[in-house]
């Protein structure tokens, strides 16, 4: 039975102000990075390519009235800027805008599905082994150690041979890799979260490991997570470009950024815009991606400015 | 092994007169490893033996400088680490290892305020999160009384229940320590084991906490085992004080009595060296300053673990242990050569 | 009278942080006579240590000296270069810091540390400055000098660490010792032991020492003279015994009847200080401390009272006090 509070405070309360403006951890993180000029720029940028990869169909059939698959055998090799295709065509006589929009689904794809299953294997893996220590920790790791040490490209072989890449088996291939990071940056913070006092506390009050790991340990290395995301994304599609070019990767005639740029390679001499619009594309998402993720980490610690 | 009939209560009913909590012969050692292969390679002994008595409505005072064992004492107490021996009682039940739902049970009647105000909210949660998380465990209270509850806990402590959607990075350090003894009290406890709850707050602010927890206690009916190294805060909200040196209680007595005659000389030479804010006196105060420091909890001293720094120190000292005995009503020492 | 050997005029540091401009020392002038002992002390964010670093000129960004002077030896230290305070910075001020945990570097050894200040600034070799760093060992207490110096911080507990960064603040003999917290990180026995040293060395060496501490017991036993400081303001100065016994700020009066006292009957309940220490950016209007103060006047909300003489000895920022009310005896 509980009893009942005394209705009157036993002593006079606390007047003290309470901090000047009430935001919370996440609207502050928010506020630096919205301070960072560089992080804003790239993560526009960002925003840009997803929003152009979600609408790729309805830009098509808006701006250049084709499909990706269009061949023109009249039309092979226009110059950009000519009438009807503003990038110009490939060896196809395929519209190049076009096939770049639907590139960006694929690639963009890629990377956000392979980020989310990246982080969320990963996570989960990290914390249990951070949390419970020992054994568990122990055989995570090793495991951890195991895919990190192996040539990530034996593996995309290997798995390139066993399952035919499409755009979510590709995502999860890549994936399969890229865990092993993550799980070791979530441990390394959950290490560090663990000990503090307010899971002692939570633990004195008698709070089981469930409500431990994920309400408590999880929202402390949110942070650390969303940082290795911005960060991994750039990685997913370099990764992803560098498989198109081995053979392992989306094959034609779906187009992605890496196959786009893998093919026109022997046409680079005297049509190097077939080169330039896909590298310039993988190359402006891999910095942002990168600025926005050190922007990120910055907003989130400002100890290191 | 814990003497049974020295133990209380534990082959008849509890009474009210009967000590609240009560530990004999408790001992925590954490082992030491090192090299390639981690091996153990030697134990901290943080608690090696120790008997005492909390009487209900008490606050019993802790004191001890580091590594004297207090902070394992008071966790090993609520259960939060597992006794390696020993016995502890609640209300005349052996709980040293009590496990599930008795655990559970158990953790409704006896909770904890910590040190740092800054290290023991969730960065993450909510005011109205924290002070609920207790009521959420035990799943008392739900939907409007939930939020009623723990606005009247706010209230209690001092703070306005406005605040309730609020982060602990808004508030100031001594309305964090409230926050902590909001949750503490959430779920209605008998024994709350304050482990060091003033010692990171500004000196101005220690007496509006000191005097909050003693109005708890006084309206709520809780019995307080008070952990701190600062000596003048420890003698005004303690009833009795215990004494811990390196693992074990050197002298238990109340409050004054300790204070105004102390017989243990490591009691003596730590109220010899507490500041006292008064120029006159410190001035002209006889100074017995210790020599060396305090030894390695992971190799004691033989016999009594003092005599190393012990300005009475003789040879039986190195030979035997002194046990904690009555040097009069209600004064236990742990001294063969006891002041006078 | 001699001329003081270090004379602070109206220091102003003040910290540039994206919330707002933190008023840390908002306009603070003592003076330091060679040989005496003085002791600051205040609670958290009072401007104690921040008034400290700006004499050593080591205050981190994004802070800065915005105004007033540091006069040493007849030198204006918030004036000299970089190089030139360098010169100064261990020579003549030495300063010793609260957390012996962290103020030693763990990977050099411990007698190499404490002579480093005589290679730095006396161009001493490496092997007399070892001689006079073992010496400097052996001054300070630690048995086995010799041995204590080949070893690292690691293996030396808490006390000998801080007499370590005491006997690296002795060998050049410099003319003022700042020690910022030296003892509150240490238990009460060690602290002991540290304070002792400490005025020992003071009447050994004869140097001018700056005591920092928020714990009223150590400034009592310890300091000739006292500054009481408030939201980056000196509130109240004098000579200890004259503070103590007849404050003449609320804030010193409130501070000493709030604290428990050792030899205090514990039946009497605490007098706390109401409210919360204030908001460095945005102080309150008038004097700081009024929101407070059980001695508040109309007055104190809007005008700001100076430092002025109040009783024979002391100084102090209050209107109340400077009109002539006595505040009452504990």
Request: glycine residues 8%.
């Amino acid at each position: 039975m509980i009893s009942p509070l005394p209705i009157e405070a036993p002593v006079p309360p606390s007047t003290a102000i309470v901090a000047r403006t009430s935001r919370g951890y996440w609207r502050e993180a928010g506020g630096r990075l919205r301070r960072n000029r560089i992080g804003i720029v790239s993560g526009g940028v960002l925003l840009f390519f997803v929003v152009v990869a979600l609408a790729a169909p309805l830009l098509a059939a808006l701006i250049t009235h084709t499909d990706y698959r269009s061949i023109d055998l009249i039309n092979t090799f226009a110059r950009p800027l000519t009438p009807s295709h503003i990038l110009g065509t490939d060896e196809l006589g395929r519209d190049e805008l076009t096939r770049l929009l639907f590139g960006a689904q694929v690639s963009m794809g890629i990377g956000f599905l392979a980020v989310v299953v990246a982080l969320t294997i990963g996570a989960c893996v990290g914390l249990v082994a951070g949390f419970y220590g020992g054994l568990i920790d122990g055989l995570l790791m090793r495991f951890v150690d195991m895919i990190l040490a192996t040539p990530a490209i034996f593996l995309f072989i290997l798995m390139s041979i066993l399952f035919k890449p499409n755009t979510i088996t590709l995502s999860l291939i890549i994936a399969s890799v890229g865990w092993g990071s993550i799980a070791r940056l979530v441990r390394g913070e959950v290490l560090s979260v663990r000990t503090r006092d307010f899971m002692v506390a939570a633990r004195a009050f008698g709070a089981s490991d469930a409500r431990l790991i994920f309400r408590h340990l999880l929202p402390n290395v949110l942070h650390v997570m969303i940082v290795f995301g911005s960060l991994y994304l750039g990685q997913v599609v370099l990764i992803e470009a560098a498989l198109d070019f081995l053979g392992l990767g989306i094959s034609p005639p779906t187009p992605s950024w890496g196959n786009m740029l893998t093919n026109s390679e022997t046409y680079f001499f005297h049509s190097s815009w077939l080169v330039i619009w896909p590298g310039v594309t993988i190359f402006l998402t891999v910095l942002a991606a990168n600025l926005f993720g050190n922007a990120v980490r910055d907003a989130f610690d400002p100890r290191l400015r | 092994m814990p003497d049974i009939a020295a133990a209380p209560a534990l082959h008849r009913a509890w009474t009210a007169t009967d000590p609240l909590v009560s530990v004999r012969g408790l001992k925590k050692w954490f082992p030491v490893s090192s090299g390639v292969l981690q091996r153990t390679i030697a134990h901290v002994h943080a608690v090696d033996g120790v008997d005492l008595d909390i009487k209900k409505g008490e606050t019993l005072g802790l004191v001890g400088e580091s590594g004297c064992g207090k902070s394992t004492l008071g966790r090993t107490l609520i259960r939060l680490l597992d006794a390696n021996e020993g016995v502890i009682s609640y209300r005349g039940e052996d709980i040293t290892r009590s496990h599930g739902e008795s655990l559970r049970r158990l953790r409704r009647k006896m909770t904890m305020i910590f040190q740092d105000p800054y290290a023991s909210l969730d960065p993450r949660h909510t005011v109205g999160d924290i002070v609920g998380e207790p009521l959420d465990i035990h799943r008392l209270f739900q939907g409007r009384e939930r939020t009623e509850r723990i606005g009247e806990l706010l209230n209690l402590v001092g703070l306005n229940a406005r605040h309730v959607d609020r982060y602990p990075h808004e508030f100031s350090g001594g309305q964090r320590q409230r926050i902590g003894i909001a949750r503490a009290l959430a779920v209605d406890p008998e024994f709350i084991v304050c482990d060091e709850p003033i010692s990171s707050l500004d000196v101005s602010i220690q007496a509006q906490i000191i005097n909050l927890l003693e109005a708890l206690q006084a309206r709520l009916d809780l019995t307080y085992l008070f952990i701190a190294h600062d000596l003048s805060v420890v003698k005004h909200i303690s009833n009795r004080v215990a004494v811990m040196y390196l693992g074990k209680v050197m002298e238990v007595a109340p409050a004054n009595e300790l204070y105004r005659r102390p017989r243990h000389p490591y009691t003596g030479s730590l109220l010899a060296a507490v500041p006292i804010p008064d120029p006159a006196i410190e001035l002209t105060r006889e100074r017995v300053i210790l020599q060396g420091d305090v030894a390695s909890p992971v190799d004691p001293p033989s016999g009594c673990r003092f005599r190393t720094r012990c300005p009475r120190a003789r040879e039986h000292c190195a030979e035997a242990v002194p046990p904690l005995e009555a040097l009069g009503a209600d004064h236990k020492a742990a001294c063969f050569y006891p002041l006078d | 009278m001699p001329a003081p050997l270090l004379e602070v005029r109206d220091l102003k540091t003040q910290f540039f942080t994206p919330e707002g401009v933190v008023k840390a020392v908002d306009g603070v002038s003592f003076e330091l006579h060679a040989g005496e002992t003085l002791g600051i002390v205040g609670e958290s964010g009072c401007g104690k240590s921040v008034t400290a670093l700006s004499i050593m000129r080591l205050i981190p960004r994004p802070g800065r000296i915005v105004g007033g002077s540091v006069l040493f030896e007849g030198r204006d230290l918030v004036g000299l270069s970089a190089a030139e305070m360098q010169e100064v910075r261990g020579e003549s001020i030495a300063m010793i810091f609260q957390d012996p945990m962290t103020s030693l570097n763990p990977v050099f050894r411990v007698g190499w540390q404490v002579g480093e200040p005589l290679v730095i600034h006396q161009a001493k070799d490496n092997a007399s400055a070892g001689v006079e760093a073992t010496r400097m060992l052996a001054k300070v207490g630690i048995p086995n000098p010799q041995q204590r110096a080949r070893d690292f911080p690691h293996h030396f507990s808490g006390g000998m660490r801080q007499r370590a960064m005491i006997a690296m603040g002795l060998t050049t003999t410099p003319a003022v010792l700042i020690a910022d917290e030296p003892t509150t990180a240490l238990d009460v026995t060690i602290q002991a032991q540290i304070l002792d040293l400490l005025r020992h060395v003071n009447r050994e060496f004869g140097m001018a020492t700056i005591l920092i501490t928020h714990n009223l017991g150590v400034v009592a036993g310890m300091c000739e003279r006292v500054m009481v400081m408030y939201a980056g303001r000196i509130v109240e100065s004098g000579p200890t015994a004259d503070v103590f016994a007849h404050p003449k700020h609320p804030y010193t009066w409130s501070l000493l009847r709030s604290i428990p006292r050792l030899d205090a009957d514990r039946r009497e309940p605490l007098k706390p200080i109401e409210g919360s220490p204030p908001d460095l950016i945005d102080p309150p209007a008038g004097c700081s401390f009024h929101p407070r103060c059980a001695f508040r006047v109309d007055r104190c909300s809007h005008d700001d009272p100076r430092l002025q003489p109040v009783g024979d000895t002391q100084q102090a920022a209050c209107w109340v006090t400077q009109a002539g009310t006595e505040l009452p005896r504990a």
